[in-house]
């Protein structure tokens, strides 16, 4: 998902349901036993001690910072089989190195999705989404029209989209009207009781759509579809966050940079590229330091098959056939510290907290309720484990993200632009939060 149409977007609807959570904030430790459970069932053990217990080592070692800058692997992972595959090996392979990985469509193949919005030719199922869900309005952007380094989007009825994709397919994939795109529809906040996929372990501890599942006003799980040549141009996800995305049906090829890369392919202007397959980025007087970019890693993704891409990797995407996809945004403990590090290179480089809030689309003030949200939840789980003496339900997955959260904190609270935030209606003052949680990291690994 790219950055600056989120960013809009979250100014507008989003900002507002930010707004609310002083006096929204879900879950305080005085909810009822009854309320508590049932908020607490979905945190699951993903993570066991020993894999708690890795991560730990691993953050410790980073004393406070983040990954360093690397070069792309020669080739990206490919995982064939799900039950070889576990969490605490996605933990090591992948999300403490930051690296990319591809889910064979074992993985997915019993999503409802594939079987419902397939042809038995692999390809998009029209009249069943016409049926479905024809008279939704969606966003579509218009590939062939740069506007900064993004698309100008338009919303039409669904019926209207597939309609133009039909015209596209038998005039050659050519139109008048440009290569359409449809991208970032909400389909599964609108159509949340569809059995359109089944979320895998790996991206289980989302944080991101925790969040806002709480609010009950949005979430970042999209859908995009379009045909053969629609594509995204070169961009990092938004608040450095990961993202998983699979292939209903159709291929995708992605050109992947690691964090750092993309610095040796900005212009003289110190602005990024829109398209990094343009021959403009040879030309060393626009572009100084192209020539210092290390190739991209190039994935094609297959039909049924699971991208996972780590924080802070840009990308380019371009769709190799008529493809749907569902795709998440999504942060937790493993990306924190590079949220952070973002909002805080966000705010250096705009000074100003209402300009950070409309270019990355949060501020400090709402970072700390987002953090909040989280936090409050698994104290709960660590104060129920300890009450019942047995372990308790997500009790190593609630340590390390509290752990995550604590180190994170500490920081926003030493900020001197949140110390010139007033606080004193929060429901609870950022330094009692940060305490409660030191107290509660401190008994989860009390011996």
């Given at each position: 998902?790219?950055?600056?149409?989120?960013?809009?977007?979250?100014?507008?609807?989003?900002?507002?349901?930010?707004?609310?959570?002083?006096?929204?904030?879900?879950?305080?430790?005085?909810?009822?036993?009854?309320?508590?459970?049932?908020?607490?069932?979905?945190?699951?053990?993903?993570?066991?001690?020993?894999?708690?217990?890795?991560?730990?080592?691993?953050?410790?070692?980073?004393?406070?910072?983040?990954?360093?800058?690397?070069?792309?692997?020669?080739?990206?992972?490919?995982?064939?089989?799900?039950?070889?595959?576990?969490?605490?090996?996605?933990?090591?392979?992948?999300?403490?190195?930051?690296?990319?990985?591809?889910?064979?469509?074992?993985?997915?193949?019993?999503?409802?999705?594939?079987?419902?919005?397939?042809?038995?030719?692999?390809?998009?199922?029209?009249?069943?989404?016409?049926?479905?869900?024809?008279?939704?309005?969606?966003?579509?952007?218009?590939?062939?029209?740069?506007?900064?380094?993004?698309?100008?989007?338009?919303?039409?009825?669904?019926?209207?989209?597939?309609?133009?994709?039909?015209?596209?397919?038998?005039?050659?994939?050519?139109?008048?009207?440009?290569?359409?795109?449809?991208?970032?529809?909400?389909?599964?906040?609108?159509?949340?009781?569809e059995d359109v996929f089944t979320l895998p372990v790996y991206f289980s501890s989302?944080?991101?759509?925790?969040?806002?599942?709480?609010?009950?006003?949005?979430?970042?799980?999209?859908?995009?579809?379009?045909?053969?040549?629609?594509?995204?141009?070169?961009?990092?996800?938004?608040?450095?966050?990961?993202?998983?995305?699979?292939?209903?049906?159709?291929?995708?090829?992605?050109?992947?940079?690691?964090?750092?890369?993309?610095?040796?392919?900005?212009?003289?202007?110190?602005?990024?590229?829109?398209?990094?397959?343009?021959?403009?980025?040879?030309?060393?007087?626009?572009?100084?330091?192209?020539?210092?970019?290390?190739?991209?890693?190039?994935?094609?993704?297959?039909?049924?098959?699971?991208?996972?891409?780590?924080?802070?990797?840009?990308?380019?995407?371009?769709?190799?056939?008529?493809?749907?996809?569902?795709?998440?945004?999504?942060?937790?403990?493993?990306?924190?510290?590079?949220?952070?590090?973002?909002?805080?290179?966000?705010?250096?480089?705009?000074?100003?907290?209402?300009?950070?809030?409309?270019?990355?689309?949060?501020?400090?003030?709402?970072?700390?309720?987002?953090?909040?949200?989280?936090?409050?939840?698994?104290?709960?789980?660590?104060?129920?484990?300890?009450?019942e003496d047995g372990g308790g339900l997500g009790f190593e997955q609630a340590a390390?993200?509290?752990?995550?959260?604590?180190?994170?904190?500490?920081?926003?609270?030493?900020?001197?632009?949140?110390?010139?935030?007033?606080?004193?209606?929060?429901?609870?003052?950022?330094?009692?939060?940060?305490?409660?949680?030191?107290?509660?990291?401190?008994?989860?690994?009390?011996?």
């Amino acid at each position: 998902m790219r950055v600056g149409p989120k960013a809009q977007g979250l100014v507008g609807r989003k900002r507002g349901a930010l707004c609310l959570l002083v006096s929204r904030l879900v879950l305080t430790v005085s909810a009822p036993a009854e309320v508590r459970r049932r908020v607490l069932r979905p945190v699951r053990s993903w993570m066991d001690r020993e894999t708690l217990a890795l991560a730990d080592r691993h953050f410790r070692g980073l004393g406070g910072g983040v990954p360093g800058v690397g070069q792309a692997p020669g080739r990206v992972a490919f995982i064939s089989e799900p039950g070889a595959f576990s969490y605490a090996d996605f933990v090591r392979g992948f999300l403490l190195p930051n690296l990319p990985c591809v889910f064979s469509s074992a993985f997915t193949q019993g999503w409802g999705s594939r079987r419902r919005w397939v042809t038995p030719a692999g390809r998009p199922d029209f009249d069943h989404l016409l049926r479905t869900y024809g008279d939704v309005v969606v966003p579509v952007a218009n590939c062939g029209v740069q506007e900064y380094n993004s698309n100008p989007k338009e919303h039409m009825p669904l019926r209207d989209y597939i309609t133009y994709w039909k015209e596209y397919i038998e005039g050659g994939y050519s139109s008048p009207r440009g290569c359409l795109y449809l991208k970032d529809w909400h389909l599964c906040r609108d159509f949340p009781v569809e059995d359109v996929f089944t979320l895998p372990v790996y991206f289980s501890s989302d944080w991101l759509n925790e969040f806002w599942d709480a609010l009950d006003v949005d979430d970042y799980r999209f859908v995009y579809a379009g045909p053969a040549g629609s594509w995204s141009p070169f961009h990092a996800d938004i608040f450095r966050s990961f993202s998983w995305s699979v292939n209903v049906c159709g291929r995708k090829k992605w050109l992947l940079f690691p964090p750092g890369q993309e610095e040796a392919l900005r212009d003289r202007h110190g602005n990024l590229p829109y398209d990094v397959t343009s021959p403009a980025l040879c030309d060393t007087h626009l572009h100084p330091r192209s020539q210092l970019a290390g190739p991209p890693l190039e994935i094609t993704q297959e039909a049924g098959e699971m991208v996972f891409v780590p924080s802070g990797w840009h990308h380019q995407v371009h769709n190799l056939d008529d493809t749907i996809s569902i795709n998440h945004n999504w942060v937790n403990g493993f990306n924190l510290a590079n949220m952070w590090r973002f909002l805080q290179q966000e705010l250096c480089a705009v000074q100003e907290e209402v300009i950070m809030r409309s270019c990355s689309g949060i501020n400090f003030e709402e970072f700390y309720h987002f953090l909040k949200v989280i936090a409050e939840k698994r104290l709960l789980v660590l104060r129920e484990a300890a009450a019942e003496d047995g372990g308790g339900l997500g009790f190593e997955q609630a340590a390390f993200d509290a752990g995550r959260i604590t180190e994170v904190l500490a920081s926003l609270v030493a900020h001197p632009n949140f110390q010139r935030v007033d606080t004193s209606a929060f429901s609870l003052r950022p330094k009692e939060l940060l305490q409660q949680l030191r107290e509660a990291v401190d008994a989860a690994v009390a011996p």
